[in-house]
């Protein structure tokens, strides 16, 4: 680590831009009920401002690791900053998804009896400003400082419509799990700066920890971190309040928070600890595949579109964290080649999250606006009332379903090599693991792709279920320019990942210590890790040859026979009764999943008997964990709330005895 | 990419789609002819491939472009399959560009627009045949994944031409591994091409179907296109087999003589194991849909058998 390396340009733009989303979001805070001003100037001026940090952190990709002081914070305890590679991809990946994010918001937020939009405003950006905080802070001081506030706006922008119990309720577990998190990362900095009493990141770097102190440091990151990521099996607050809350934060939150939890894991990982144990990496790749395929299990059997969006999340932080857990297994073992492509599968796969989630995110918003539902049931056909909208999340359901040449493609591939060539690692049962494990990996993508059928589908195909979705109109201009960019990035991520993963080059070299793509392998055309008689992906190829192939063939067909069409009613075998209620609905295209499944499921089946004059089916879905887990947690927690609330007797006499007893006490110790 | 590979590239990729449809033709007169019926033609796809581009396009009222769109996307997926896919010869310019995971992937691609296109009219068969085929794929497509990654392992590359060029140039000596990846695969392959056990190309109850509920609402040049997309995919999944477990012949490099050396060999291979497919499906009888998941996790558990077996006993 050089000594004290300067401030460039790019810090100070960074500092900017978070200076700028507080200053826009405290103008929103002195307008609070001026819906225009707030969404034509205040939205697209922050969406400015992510595009500029964007910009700016991708060209601050390779440069030197810069710091700064700031005379900000508590008297002896300044805010120390720090821009370097891991830092400005993250700050890329905040940026990109940040400035589309906010650029649907502009048509986005309508003024509701919930909170006011000036007030959605200010929190919204700094949300923004505080995740960009979390991802350059140099000392656990102002990292907490601005985790905390990035849990805290969140929280209120979750329960942005609060009138509704079921979201406050979704907040609250949101808030008690974002906090257990936060006293386990706290605890975390606590066992890294190793009793030096020196909370800045340059001082833990350099602490020697002794003994099983390292271990614990990375566990208690692994919780901490997974309590905001959404890890088996903290993950229950993600479904509850991803849905609560509007689209965009939805987005936001899935697309980019879930990633400072995954940037404050490679943090710890590879910055701050000074080696890794071998062990941790398998906990963390069982964790993460366990998680994974809990998630998309879930997923499937989901009925409302942004809870199945949230439980694919899930699945992708899963994949994510068994990422990691490959780099470190590969960098105890001293094998940096294979770490630097599982960090950059990692690292790719983060961005490619970002903006599919995002995107979805954002699409499941517009339907939101213009049929009033989220609930599957309810939904169909909307291909033909809201073209664009339906166009672009088929690019991102193709994308997320993990289908070339799309970006999602790209990093399981990535991958799955990091997963295939294991050469000899020493624990011979490790070795064993890690090939089979692949096929945890490609199970949960296969089943991604299943559901991700299952979502578009069901919204976007089909007939209409309700006849009120006639009425449904497509997106207004901003989110169409929103959700066509964000499409348009996946596409591009994924057929050209060569130029991508040269760009990531710096951040690999700092996580593993050498590049992913070995030199003189492969071109901007051909991404080819190792050696191409190893493996090879040329993404643009594949696309040239089936857009060849499809151009070709409508050329042929019209000019060897011809074009017609005739419309007619369905065939369907010749059944000429067919209603919309006839088409599998959410529930029966999950149901082969909830059967071969069934025992990761809590189900409870309400069935009707032949006698029932208007019979009624229904299955309600539970998390075996809520009910083995945490109800019992909570349920001791209110014993013992009910033990200690004996102390209480609301009688002023009660309460002096326990003071002068108190005194005693003091009296008897203190002595 | 020298003209001269690129041609030899198109002249696989023309013996591709010149042979599938003989392929499907021979592995039903193969199957008349076991079970005692008479035999239709051998040139009877081509007929009727040609007879429905020769029909109007009959397209249901709430059909959206993708619904058009498909047919085309798949036949395109299947034509890049059957590119990439090691039959005359190894060393050809498009077979860098995808290797064994990203040929699954495309296997995927068009699975998952022809799944998407069943729902597209909101009839109740088409949703029907979308979640069954995504069913049997969510089980079929890790276990082709492990079977690859089996060979794979033992050449040291997912690169399709690397692992024939190993797997054909091996000592004589025995892979266990390679046995129990064979058994694996030909499940897979029938549940894929939508073969009896697991779905029955012949049958005419709806309830039964899984591909031709997929398609019930095609008619005339999108069937035409999706009938030969899925006798390319019999053909490519054929050649996938040939080349993990019977690559001897296939041209290494790409020159013309070697892949003329090579046609008359893949013809006769295909038309043995085109016999084989008719013989599996003569002698075994369709299963419920629900025990297809048993048949595939056979087919994933043997797969992952043979992957462990390698890592046991061979490296």
């Not at chain 1, 069935?607 to 809520?626: K, N, Q």
């Amino acid at each position: 680590m050089s000594a004290d390396p300067a401030p460039t340009f790019a810090l100070w733009a960074t500092l900017a831009a978070i200076g700028a989303w507080l200053v826009l979001g405290a103008i929103g805070l002195a307008a609070p009920r001026r819906l225009r001003f707030v969404s034509r100037v205040l939205f697209p001026l922050g969406c400015a401002v992510g595009a500029a940090l964007a910009a700016v952190a991708l060209a601050a990709l390779d440069d030197a690791p810069a710091t700064l002081v700031l005379p900000l914070g508590l008297p002896d305890l300044p805010f120390h900053v720090r821009l370097d590679a891991l830092s400005a991809f993250f700050l890329v990946i905040l940026g990109a998804a940040g400035c589309a994010i906010s650029l649907f918001s502009v048509g986005y937020f309508r003024s509701s009896d919930g909170t006011a939009p000036g007030l959605v405003c200010f929190l919204y950006h700094a949300f923004l400003a505080s995740m960009a905080a979390v991802l350059v802070a140099d000392d656990a001081y102002l990292f907490m400082v601005a985790w905390e506030s990035m849990a805290l706006s969140s929280y209120f922008l979750v329960t942005t419509e609060h009138r509704i119990p079921e979201i406050r309720r979704a907040g609250f577990l949101y808030l008690l799990i974002a906090h257990l998190g936060a006293i386990a990362i706290l605890l975390c900095f606590g066992v890294l700066q190793g009793g030096s009493g020196d909370y800045a990141f340059d001082a833990m770097r350099s602490a020697t920890l002794a003994g099983a102190w390292p271990s614990v440091a990375f566990f208690l990151a692994l919780f901490g971190f997974g309590a905001k990521a959404g890890l088996l099996p903290l993950h229950v607050w993600l479904p509850e309040a991803h849905p609560a809350a509007p689209s965009p934060v939805s987005a936001l939150m899935s697309g980019v928070m879930l990633k400072t939890a995954i940037y404050g894991l490679l943090r710890v990982g590879f910055d701050l600890l000074p080696f890794h144990a071998w062990w941790w990496g398998v906990v963390a790749l069982a964790l993460g595949l366990l998680t994974a395929l809990y998630g998309v299990v879930f997923a499937a059997a989901q009925t409302d579109m942004k809870r199945l969006l949230a439980y694919s999340s899930i699945e992708n932080i899963g994949i994510l964290v068994a990422g990691i857990g490959l780099a470190i297994l590969f960098s105890a073992y001293g094998m940096a080649p294979l770490a630097a492509i599982a960090a950059t599968a990692v690292c790719y796969h983060a961005l490619n999250h970002a903006l599919f989630k995002s995107l979805l995110f954002l699409a499941t918003g517009s339907v939101l606006h213009a049929t009033r539902e989220r609930s599957l049931g309810r939904l169909g056909g909307l291909i033909h009332r809201m073209p664009w909208v339906a166009g672009c999340a088929l690019v991102g359901t193709l994308a997320i379903a993990g289908l070339p040449p799309l970006n999602g493609f790209v990093s399981e591939w990535m991958l799955l090599q990091a997963f295939l060539f294991t050469p000899r690692l020493p624990q011979s049962f490790v070795n064993m693991l890690v090939p089979v494990l692949a096929a945890a990996l490609v199970l949960a993508a296969a089943l991604a792709a299943y559901v991700m059928v299952k979502f578009y589908g069901v919204v976007f195909l089909g007939q209409p279920r309700e006849p009120g979705l006639a009425n449904a109109h497509d997106a207004g201009r901003p989110e169409r320019v929103a959700l066509v960019a964000l499409a348009a990035g996946c596409v591009a991520l994924g057929v050209f990942p060569g130029p991508v993963i040269g760009l990531l080059e710096p951040l690999t070299v700092m996580l593993a210590g050498v590049p992913a793509l070995a030199p003189g392998q492969g071109s901007w055309l051909l991404l080819a890790p190792i050696s191409e008689q190893r493996a090879s992906y040329a993404p643009l190829v594949v696309l040239v040859v089936i857009a060849a192939v499809v151009l070709l063939a409508i050329a042929a067909v019209r000019r060897l026979w011809h074009g017609r069409v005739r419309r007619a009613p369905p065939w369907d075998c010749g059944f000429p009764l067919l209603t919309p209620r006839m088409q599998d609905t959410a529930e029966g295209f999950g149901q082969p999943i909830r059967q071969v499944f069934e025992p990761f499921f809590r189900m409870e089946r309400e069935l009707p008997t032949p006698f029932d004059a208007a019979p009624r089916y229904s299955v309600t879905i539970g998390d075996r964990l809520w009910h083995a887990l945490y109800l019992p947690v909570a349920r001791a927690a209110e014993a013992a709330a009910r033990v200690v609330g004996r102390l209480q007797q609301g009688r002023i006499s009660v309460y002096l005895v326990y003071s002068f007893l108190t005194l005693l006490a003091l009296l008897f110790f203190v002595r | 990419m020298t003209a001269s590979g690129f041609l030899s590239q198109l002249l696989q990729l023309a013996v591709a789609l010149a042979l599938a449809p003989l392929l499907v033709g021979w592995v039903n007169q193969c199957r008349a002819w076991l079970q005692n019926r008479g035999a239709p033609p051998l040139l009877l796809p081509y007929r009727t491939i040609h007879k429905l581009f020769s029909k109007d396009a009959v397209v249901a009222h709430g059909a959206s472009p993708l619904f058009r769109l498909t047919p085309y996307v798949v036949f395109g997926a299947m034509c890049c399959a059957a590119a990439i896919v090691p039959s005359l010869a190894t060393d050809l310019p498009f077979a860098r560009a995808a290797d064994a995971i990203a040929l699954v992937g495309l296997f995927a691609l068009a699975r998952m627009f022809i799944a998407l296109a069943a729902m597209d009219v909101g009839t109740a068969f088409g949703s029907l045949g979308a979640r069954r085929e995504m069913f049997v794929g969510f089980l079929a497509e890790p276990a082709l994944l492990m079977v690859l990654f089996t060979a794979s392992l033992i050449s040291g590359s997912t690169s399709l031409p690397t692992i024939v060029e190993t797997l054909a140039h091996r000592e004589l000596g025995i892979y266990p591994s390679l046995a129990f990846a064979g058994v694996a695969f030909t499940m897979v392959s029938l549940a894929e091409n939508a073969r009896i056990p697991v779905d029955n190309p012949a049958t005419h109850l709806e309830l039964t179907m899984i591909h031709e509920a997929m398609v019930l609402e095609y008619s005339a040049r999108h069937l035409a296109l999706l009938e030969w997309a899925a006798a390319l995919k019999l053909f490519n999944y054929s050649c996938i087999g040939l080349a993990l477990f019977l690559p001897a012949g296939i041209a290494e490099g790409s020159d013309w003589l070697g892949m003329a050396a090579a046609a008359p060999l893949l013809v006769a291979k295909l038309a043995a194991g085109g016999f084989a497919l008719a013989l599996i499906e003569t002698l075994s009888a369709k299963l419920r849909i629900f025990r297809a998941p048993e048949f595939l996790g056979t087919a994933f558990m043997l797969a992952v058998l043979a992957m462990l077996v390698h890592l046991l006993l061979e490296s």
